[in-house]
């Protein structure tokens, strides 16, 4: 399912892990209260587990976060009704988050 969470609020903490290790992004985005955090969080455990056991990792914290990004998602069009029979159109905004993960530390000089 799609995360309905901004791009742009999801783009900071994507920014925030980005060259971090696999077991030290899990604990930032744990003390994160942001939303978008869960959901991070939750695609990046999965993401480990997928890599064990589809792609041969052999040690599930041997993993970094090369890339990590959000796209704009669906925009569902609702309406909000205002007083004297105006209303209002607001959105419903989706998300798309993907996140590479590569075998080994992550390289020096990486963070920012």
Avoid at 9 to 27: E, F, H, P, T, V
Avoid at 33 to 53: F, N, P
Avoid at 65 to 82: D, P, V
């Amino acid at each position: 399912a799609l995360p309905i969470y901004s791009k742009d609020k999801m783009w900071y903490l994507a920014k925030m892990i980005r060259g971090m290790s696999i077991d030290q992004a899990l604990a930032q985005l744990e003390f994160n209260d942001k939303k978008g955090a869960k959901i991070m969080r939750e695609v990046l455990l999965e993401a480990q587990d997928l890599a064990v056991r589809n792609h041969n990792v052999e040690y599930k914290s041997n993993l970094h976060i090369a890339q990590s990004f959000s796209n704009k998602g669906k925009y569902l069009k609702r309406i909000r009704y205002h007083g004297r029979g105006m209303f209002g159109i607001m959105d419903r905004v989706y998300c798309h988050y993907y996140v590479k993960l590569v075998e080994g530390p992550p390289p020096p000089g990486d963070r920012k």
